[in-house]
Nanobody, 123 residues
């Protein structure tokens, strides 16, 4: 029932910025927490950041703090990932994901996934 649609990817030069958007539909039960993951060729999909829809509490990997920010727009029911000072190693497919209410880390147990949006950082 849950559908997630990402947008905002594209080609950007080193040092530039992009803002990714995720629009969920089909109810909120499966999206108690919303997350962003990314995957580059030859690598495993990795957790980037997450946000709890109810109060906006966030979690982001230490290596990306200061450059990436996750946020939400309650009125639009959208989730965002602001990416600044982009580097070539940020290149990859970025996925929006939804996690139902449950105990455990916000970096796992996601059940719903978008199709992904490509981010390419040119050097």
């Amino acid at each position: 029932q849950v559908k997630l649609v990402e947008s905002g990817g594209g080609l950007v030069q080193v040092g530039g910025s992009l803002r990714l958007s995720c629009t969920p539909s089909g109810g909120t039960f499966g999206t108690h927490v919303m997350g962003w993951f990314r995957q580059s060729p030859g690598t495993e999909r990795e957790f980037v950041a997450a946000i709890r829809r109810s109060d906006g509490m966030t979690d982001i990997v230490d290596s990306l703090k200061g450059r990436f920010t996750i946020s939400r727009d309650i009125a639009k029911n959208e989730i965002y990932l602001q990416m600044n000072t982009l580097k070539p190693e940020d290149t990859g497919v970025y996925y929006c994901a939804g996690r139902p209410y449950r105990l455990g880390s916000w970096r796992a147990h996601y059940e719903y996934w978008g199709q992904g949006t490509q981010v390419t950082v040119s050097s």
